[in-house]
């Protein structure tokens, strides 16, 4: 699973990242919002998140992109940002808008599931998979209370922090998420320091989804196009 800052560097540029994606065959791809506070996101994200909202970037645009993409892409889209945004639409609007658009769910890294309200309802009468986070720092029967509410496939934060920093494997990455398998019989995608094909040849038969999201920013803006789909490359020919 790939990642983009909708609005950074710009609307335009995602239309190519996108392309670039659809090229290669990548799996599934969430599309963040930008927010003002990114509380998960690291100095890469936040700096394209502040970037993007400085220039104007707004819901509808990111609406815009989504669709346009979800029906020109056979791959899964995924709305990933902050709770501001289904609060200030409303959890009715905010599901109506993502299923127009052709979202198949959302990620929403600081809304925990006791504050979910009817948003766990409205988002199965729309089909949309409300994604749930698995942390380290979670206990086992957080876990398990996390693992009833997972719907599609589960989050797995490699380690503690934020994005953007590599993750140690070595480090108790695969004990946490053997914690996370036992609490869910869903798919595991695991997210937060993954940055090569060699990252996500580790992962083989330990979880089903791989997800890079500063590395491949990065690449784009150190090397532009090329480096973008040279990485995205190395990504998809290390996935089987």
Known sequence: MTHLIVGYPSVEVNRQMLEIMGEVGIDLVELQM??????????????????????????????????????????????????????????????????????????????????????FELSADSDLCPIQLMTPTNSRERLTAIGQRVSGFAYAVARRGVTGGRTDFEGGTFDFVARCRSATDLPLALGFGLRSGDDLRQLHGRVEVGIVGSALLEAWESGGETAYRLLLRDLADARY
């Open 34 to 119: 930008p927010f003002s506070e990114p509380v998960a996101d690291g100095p890469t994200f936040v700096r394209a998140n502040q970037e993007a909202l400085s220039a104007g970037l707004r819901l509808d645009d990111y609406f815009g992109l989504l669709a346009r993409s979800a029906g020109a892409h056979p791959f899964p889209h995924l709305m990933m940002g902050y709770y501001n945004t289904a609060f200030r639409l409303g959890h009715s609007d905010f599901c109506r808008r993502l299923r127009e658009a052709g979202a198949a769910g959302f990620i929403l890294p600081d809304l925990p599931i006791e504050e979910y309200d009817d948003l």
